[in-house]
């Protein structure tokens, strides 16, 4: 059983479009992060939510939204993509808020063409 | 909020020899040092971790050490196989607490010379 799920793999896109990634975790964690992974390599969290509750927003444009509907799932949504956007975003999760070890994704890999 | 800086962002080492990777971390409050390698097209994985209570912390032939003073910790790997190679991570966070998560370094391709 995979223990963080992403869907799509891949997403090939029209610059304009709006899109979505979905995340599941099956750990039973409270805590559940998205990061973007862009061309560089460099990983930088955009969203966290524990139990639910946003508990970190950093300065990402406001056209992409976070929803998370029970702990178990954090998805994400894209408005008006750039081409800025493309990049791999991960999923991940931890145990409790900002402990130990964090488990990630399979990542989804985002194209704006 | 915490900045950790990495170095380098590529190292070549020939198979059998060591690798180090180096950190620093900006935040004295940040008191977890986690290691995650990146394998190309994969996820990152938690290879190591080190809390501020210990000094080195050893698996095999990955060790970790820290130095609170100073601020910085280095990721050790010995006698490298062809499978070392990757995106090696260093990080850092206020466990349990903070404002900021989990705060990554720039990465380092290690790559493993035959």
């Known amino acids: 059983d995979t223990a963080v799920s992403q869907t799509p793999k891949y997403l090939v896109t029209q610059m304009g479009n709006d899109k979505s990634i979905k995340c599941e975790q099956n750990?039973?964690?409270?805590?559940m992060y998205w990061y973007k992974q862009d061309s560089k390599k460099f990983l930088k969290i955009m969203f966290s939510?524990?139990?639910?509750?946003?508990?970190i927003n950093e300065t990402v444009p406001n056209r992409f939204s976070p929803k998370s509907p029970d702990k178990a799932h954090l998805n994400l949504h894209i408005n008006s993509l750039e081409l800025g956007d493309s990049a791999v975003y991960f999923c991940?999760?931890?145990?409790?808020?900002?402990?130990?070890?964090?488990?990630f994704g399979e990542g989804s890999r985002l194209t704006v063409l | 909020g915490e900045n950790v800086e990495q170095h380098p962002s590529t190292l070549s080492v020939q198979e059998g020899d060591s690798a180090v990777i180096k950190c620093t971390y900006s935040?004295?409050?940040?008191?977890?040092f986690p290691w995650y390698k990146q394998e190309l097209g994969k996820r990152p994985q938690l290879i190591i971790d080190i809390r501020s209570n210990v000094g080195e912390k050893k698996d095999q032939r990955i060790a970790v050490t820290l130095n609170k003073t100073a601020k910085h910790f280095s990721l050790h790997i010995t006698e490298t196989q062809p499978e070392d190679s990757a995106v090696y991570f260093c990080a850092a966070s206020t466990e349990g607490g903070g404002a900021d998560g989990l705060t990554f370094g720039k990465g380092t391709h290690l790559i493993i010379q035959p």
């Open positions: 939510y524990n139990n639910k509750e946003l508990i």
């Open positions: 991940a999760s931890s145990q409790d808020w900002n402990t130990g070890e964090l488990f």
């Open positions: 750990l039973g964690h409270d805590t």
């Open positions: 935040d004295s409050a940040s008191n977890y």
